[in-house]
């Protein structure tokens, strides 16, 4: 529960202690961000005794009365004007006229309450105030968050490309200084290594955009009816040579054709990533398979390899962006760490997750469930295999 502390700024006494017993045992409750508000109430009998108070612990709303010995409301108006701090000013007056109220409003009041006032109107004007603060509040700490994790972002981007970077520089430098004799053959390895790091470095700038265009909700969606095995078949066709360099065979269980409302676009890019990882990190000899389901509107892609494999506190921290599992292992594997939080980005598109089961050296099953949009689904998605 937040406390919002008001200042009720008025010469009468009575008028003070009745807005205290009415806002004591007060509360609001912000739906937006469910939270819940209660307040407390202090106390000024003059326009220059609430000045000290707000120069000293400036409130969150401040009722201010219009009409006091001394200086007036709207004279505190006037010299509270520009301090730094997000108080809300209701003004308080017998005198309730249209002049009054926009003169106030220009001075910086929030909003404007006429004497006399029921309890009611002064919960209901004050729920408003207390609304509005709790909410700029919130948007002020998401802004921070998103700062936050835009810099952890661009930070982990920056070492991502300085790495393959570096080798590159490095390389060139060799084959400028020619540090392996006139023998042009002799670079062959190094400009292998080049390549690869620059192949590395492109496939991490399309995951990026891929992810951007995903959480932006900028990238146009083309809904259509999409042939998952055929899917299947082509993100098969494209890494062959991969495959085959990797002396990596993959399959795809035989059945007869299986659709579902996608865009194919999206479809693509969670078979290629499925099977580049499996490929990437199974084993001289190994094997990919891929399964794919549908049960009551949802459809199930599983990948399966007979690679490497992880132990349970590694894939834990798998779907994350730029997640890499760094061992032994995987020390020579060059990879971007976007491609799985791309597949589950998709999947939760679709109201769907992913998920994995792997057990080291003898390998992994990543397990994708899609939901048609064009069939309600009867069942969670954990039901679908």
């Known amino acids: 529960m937040e406390t919002i502390r008001v200042l009720v700024t008025d010469d009468e006494l009575g008028m003070r202690l009745g807005v205290t017993r009415t806002l004591r045992d007060f509360t609001v409750q912000v739906a937006d961000v469910h939270d819940e508000v209660n307040f407390t109430v202090d106390q000024a009998e003059s326009g220059e005794r609430a000045l000290e108070i707000i120069r000293q612990t400036p409130p969150d709303i401040l009722l201010l009365d219009h009409k006091m010995p001394g200086i007036s409301g709207l004279d505190v108006l006037d010299q509270i004007h520009g301090l730094p701090c997000d108080m809300l000013t209701i003004m308080i007056t ?21 004497k006399p006032f029921t309890p009611d109107e002064l919960k209901s004007t004050v729920r408003k105030a207390a609304t509005r603060l ?28 300085q790495a393959p970077l570096n080798a590159v520089e490095g390389y060139l430098q060799m084959i400028k200084g020619r540090a392996l004799g006139g023998d042009p053959a002799a670079y062959d390895e190094i400009l292998d290594r080049s390549i690869v790091r620059m192949e590395g470095m492109r496939k991490l700038i399309a995951d990026l955009l891929d992810l951007t265009h995903i959480e932006s909700g900028q990238r146009n969606r083309q809904l259509a009816e999409v042939d998952l095995r055929q899917v299947a078949c082509t993100a098969m066709e494209t890494l062959l040579p991969r495959a085959a360099s990797a002396n990596v065979s993959m399959h795809v269980e035989p059945g007869a054709p299986l659709t579902m409302t996608a865009d194919r676009g999206e479809i693509e890019m969670v078979f290629n990533n499925l099977l580049s990882n499996a490929i990437k990190y199974n084993r001289a000899g190994g094997r990919v398979d891929i399964a794919i389901s549908k049960h009551e509107g949802a459809v199930s892609i599983a990948v399966s390899d007979t690679g490497i494999g992880m132990d349970a506190e590694e894939t834990a921290r798998l779907f994350g962006e730029f997640v890499r599992i760094r061992n032994e292992k995987t020390q020579n594997i060059v990879g971007s760490g976007l491609g799985l939080s791309i597949v589950k980005k998709i999947a939760l598109l679709y109201n769907g997750d992913a998920r994995v089961e792997s057990r080291p050296d003898v390998g992994s099953t990543f397990t994708v469930v899609l939901h048609d949009p064009g069939q309600p689904p009867n069942g969670p998605a954990a039901d679908a295999n």
């Open 94 to 114: 017998a005198y309730a006229s249209i002049e009054t109220a926009v003169t106030a409003t220009k001075r910086g009041a929030y909003d404007f309450l006429a």
């Open 134 to 161: 709790v909410l700029a509040k919130q948007a002020r700490k998401l802004a921070e968050e998103k700062r936050q994790v835009r810099f952890q972002f661009i930070r982990v981007l920056g070492h991502e490309l």
